[in-house]
C-alpha cells in the first residue's frame, strides 16, 4: 500500500488547512484511515478515523469541533479539513490504514507525513 499526505503548510493561529491522504496500489475499501500526528515533545497521537465508505467516523479531543474528516472513494482519498487551528496542533500529519475501527494507527504503516505550522 502507498500512502501519501499533502496539504500541509504554515498557517497563522484560527487559519485553516485541508490535508489529503490518498491510498495507492491497494484496495480502498473496506478499509479505515487515520490520521495521526507527531511532535517531538508528544509523540504519535491519534487524530481522526474513517471507514473508505465515508462512515464510522471519529475525532479525538483535540480535533473534535475544529476537523472534519471525509472520504472521496472515486479518488481513494481521504481529507481532514482543519479549522481554527491553534499552535498545539504544529505537528507533521500522518495518515495510515488499518482493518478494523479499533486499529492501533500509531502501530500501522503510514506515509512520509506532511508538516503543519501554526505559527503567528
Known amino acids: 500500500v502507498q500512502l501519501v499526505e499533502s496539504g500541509g503548510g504554515v498557517v497563522q493561529p484560527g487559519g485553516s488547512l485541508r490535508l489529503s491522504c490518498k491510498v495507492s496500489n491497494f484496495p480502498f475499501a473496506p478499509y479505515y484511515i487515520f490520521w495521526v500526528r507527531q511532535t517531538p515533545g508528544k509523540g504519535l497521537e491519534w487524530v481522526a478515523r474513517i471507514r473508505s465508505s465515508g462512515t464510522y467516523i471519529a475525532y479525538s479531543d483535540s480535533a473534535k469541533d475544529r476537523f472534519t474528516i471525509s472520504s472521496d472513494g472515486a479518488k481513494n482519498t481521504v481529507y481532514l479539513q482543519m479549522n481554527s487551528l491553534k499552535s498545539d496542533d504544529t505537528a507533521r500529519y500522518y495518515c495510515?490504514?488499518?482493518?478494523?475501527?479499533?486499529?492501533?494507527?500509531?502501530?500501522?504503516?503510514r506515509g512520509q507525513g506532511t508538516q503543519v505550522t501554526v505559527s503567528s
Open positions: 495510515a490504514m488499518g482493518l478494523t475501527a479499533d486499529s492501533n494507527a500509531t502501530t500501522l504503516p
